[in-house]
């Protein structure tokens, strides 16, 4: 089992030391507190969503120090300072940025590059496919030498899909990558400087995921009418039926498909069923097409299989949801018959998605076998998940994360305090927390996830939590009007973060506590940035005011508090 790092609470009085904590503007906050947490390993105009150079900017800022040392002088070195397009190198990756790219710097003059799938210590030949204004983009070409902590991994697909780009990293080695991740997160885009004495007691240690595989109880597959192959096997003829795919999108195409039989990262039981349907659903007499991107054509999108477990007998339970182009659940017939008989699957759905886009919400749902949902047991309390509904992907990891959640939220236990639950899923974090404080408001726009927030507190005995449902990126003055004065908020946004609409309301709440849970860690530190130091063109005047945020990261086996 992991060692758990104890969770520390300091209340933070303004003075000097914080206006220092900040690189840039002073701050409009007496108290900051940062925090992170990870439940797995390494896996626009109206919003504030980053882009990918924003997020990959720590990692090219933090060795644009050592660049500014090492730019050549042009008197002394006539080599070019910017590598050209299609210019081949020899580099040495130094370290990992966020989504997993390898950072390397040029040789003699220290200029910035990042290469996919290259991992820290490995010395390679890479050619350079784009360049931005203060780093360039390379394809590895040929490893001369291996990078450090290597590992054999252990999937088949490893090299070639996306989903695990680390697996051959030892684990260890990957969790101080991500550590380091969003400290530089935290420096160059929170503002926070971890040069303040103060910063090392507040940015807390990593929390490893005891489980490195089979651990995610939601996996997405995608149909495709185009198989993606290695550039080794492209010499192969693939014709017909046999150019179809189901599996996981191939890195950098939306429209090809890397076909896979068996995922290391979702239970046995759904390895069971997405090798039922490989087995089956190409055979001509069935008479089913994936939907091609392109064309608009064909009738299979996606398969998402979710694992759940019987509370009363603790084994796993299965819903295989089946998005479709449009409704013919004649079609699925077959194919539903034969993922029946695995003991586990205990629902079968379809979802009917007639619009071009490639989600997998459908506008319509039909339970086609058994339940139309699946339980689990998290902290004591049962919940009913849909297919739709937001869960934790890690359940294991999620019982930690809750507990967190619960640490840093410091309640007093008299039952007198009131949570605010925003971007709630279905209620299980507010859930959890109920029993302990005076009542519970949750607010999220998904309206399956409500409906299920709502069913598993009755089907907790909780009276005291409601659930509205609501786009919390278009909230107006009159949001607060719909609950009293929180004294803790928990927040738990997807990946953009926090639209600054919301922003600036929790500026003006002042609310005594927020736990932040984030899956993003650019976006997690952008977002700590507008809470503690202040939004430069908020309109109203901010007073300074105690404040504790306590923030988890739960992709990011990181913990802060």
Same mark, same amino acid.
């Given at each position: 089992?992991?060692?758990?790092p ?23 906050? $007496? ?12 896996s ?6 980053d ?5 990959? $900017?720590?990692?090219t ?95 088949e697909?490893?090299?070639?899909c996306?989903?695990?780009?680390? #697996? ?5 080695? #990957? ?5 380091? #991740? ?10 926070f ?8 007691s ?9 489980? #490195?595989f ?43 498909v ?97 619009s ?29 998940? $849909?297919?739709?509904? /937001? ?9 930690i994360?809750?507990?967190l ?37 949750? /607010? ?18 909780? $009276? ?14 009159s949001?607060?009007?719909? /609950? ?60 300074? /005011? ?9 992709y ?5 508090a």
């Amino acid at each position: 089992m992991a060692t758990m790092p104890s969770v520390g609470f300091r209340r933070l009085h303004s003075g000097p030391w914080l206006h220092s904590f900040r690189t840039t503007r002073p701050p409009s906050r $007496s108290l900051c507190t940062l925090a992170c947490l990870s439940a797995s390993p390494l896996s626009s105009s109206s919003s504030i969503e980053d882009s990918e150079e924003t997020q990959l $900017s720590a990692a090219t800022t933090t060795a644009a120090d050592a660049t500014t040392t090492t730019k050549p002088n042009n008197k002394i070195n006539n080599k070019p300072y910017f590598p050209k397009r299609g210019e081949t190198l020899e580099l040495i990756c130094e370290t990992l940025a966020f989504k997993g790219k390898g950072v390397c710097k040029v040789a003699d003059t220290g200029f910035v590059v990042m290469c996919d799938r290259a991992l820290p210590g490995e010395r390679f030949l890479g050619r350079v496919t784009r360049r931005k204004d203060n780093y360039a983009e390379v394809k590895k070409l040929k490893t001369i030498t291996p990078h450090l902590d290597y590992v054999e991994a252990p999937c088949e697909y490893a090299l070639d899909c996306g989903g695990c780009k680390s #697996q051959n990293l030892l684990y260890e080695a #990957q969790i101080r990558a991500k550590e380091q #991740q969003v400290r530089e997160l935290v420096v160059h885009v929170g503002k926070f400087s971890d040069k303040h004495p103060e910063f090392a007691s507040i940015m807390k240690p990593i929390v490893p995921c005891d489980t #490195q595989f089979y651990y995610r109880n939601k996996m997405e597959f995608s149909f495709g009418s185009k198989k993606w192959v290695p550039e080794e096997l492209l010499q192969e003829e693939h014709v017909g039926t046999n150019d179809y795919a189901l599996g996981l999108h191939a890195p950098g195409f939306f429209d090809k498909v890397l076909n896979v039989t068996k995922c290391l990262l979702q239970s046995e039981p759904a390895n069971k069923v997405l090798a039922a349907v490989q087995d089956c659903w190409r055979d001509p007499q069935i008479g089913l097409s994936p939907y091609d991107v392109h064309s608009h054509a064909g009738f299979l999108k996606h398969l998402m299989l979710r694992t759940g477990r019987d509370v009363e007998t603790g084994l796993p339970e299965l819903m295989v949801n089946f998005v479709t182009s449009s409704n013919k659940p004649e079609l699925l017939k077959p194919l539903v018959e034969r993922i029946a008989t695995i003991p586990e699957v205990v629902s079968v759905v379809n979802n009917v998605n007639t619009s071009v886009g490639n989600t997998s919400v459908g506008e319509e749902e039909y339970t086609l076998y058994g339940k139309s949902t699946i339980t689990e047991s998290l902290r004591g309390l049962t919940f009913q998940i $849909s297919a739709n509904s /937001f869960f934790q992907t890690n359940t294991h990891q999620a019982e930690i994360l809750y507990k967190l959640v619960e640490d840093c939220a410091n309640l007093k236990g008299d039952g007198s305090e009131v949570v605010l639950d925003l971007f709630c899923g279905t209620g299980t974090i507010g859930l959890t927390l109920a029993r302990r404080v005076r009542h519970v408001y949750g /607010f999220e726009v998904v309206v399956e996830a409500i409906s299920d927030a709502r069913r598993n507190a009755k089907l907790n005995g909780i $009276s005291n939590a409601t659930f509205f449902q609501g786009d919390l990126n278009k909230i107006d003055e009159s949001f607060g009007n719909k /609950f009293p004065q929180p004294d803790i908020v928990i927040i738990d946004p997807n990946r953009p973060g926090m639209h600054m609409k919301l922003v600036k309301f929790l500026l003006k709440l002042k609310a005594a506590r927020i736990v932040y849970v984030s899956c993003n860690p650019a976006t997690c530190a952008r977002d700590l940035d507008y809470l503690c130091h202040g939004v430069v063109s908020i309109s109203i005047s901010i007073k300074v /005011f105690r404040l504790l945020i306590s923030v988890i990261c739960p992709y990011y086996n990181l913990y802060a508090a």
